[in-house]
Nanobody, 122 residues
Framework: VQLQASGGGLVQAGGSLRLSCAAS????????SGWFRQAPGKEREFVAA????????YYADSVKGRFTISRDNAKNMVYLQMNSLKPEDTAVYYC????????????????WGQGTLVTVSS
């Protein structure tokens, strides 16, 4: 499956952005999906994940209550709604997919998008 992330940009602290991830190539409903991020000089970290049918979601503690992951299998899309953004949310955000259930470990994911940059100014 091929993944294409979009929606990043520059936003002030307290603002919102919605990231999108478009999937193509295979039946997307067979894949769990996740969002990860990598800030300059830091390792890639888990942000959120969602099960194949969208019924189960998981979040990093740092984004819980502010970010929402969702998916539309009919459109082969995964979304990350980000509210109350903070400067520490600044990073390149990657969408990822794997067959089977969602996990919070980036090494479990086999397919990755190219990343989209989110910059939050203070």
């Amino acid at each position: 499956v091929q993944l294409q992330a979009s929606g990043g940009g520059l936003v002030q602290a307290g603002g919102s952005l919605r990231l999108s991830c478009a999937a193509s190539g295979r039946t997307f409903s067979r894949f769990a999906s996740g969002w990860f991020r990598q800030a300059p000089g830091k390792e890639r970290e888990f942000v959120a994940a969602i099960s194949r049918n969208g019924y189960s979601t998981y979040y990093a503690d740092s984004v819980k209550g502010r970010f929402t992951i969702s998916r539309d299998n009919a459109k082969n899309m995964v979304y990350l709604q980000m509210n109350s953004l903070k400067p520490e949310d600044t990073a390149v955000y990657y969408c990822a997919a794997r067959e089977g259930g969602p996990t919070i470990t980036n090494y479990d994911y086999d397919y990755w998008g190219q990343g989209t940059l989110v910059t939050v100014s203070s």
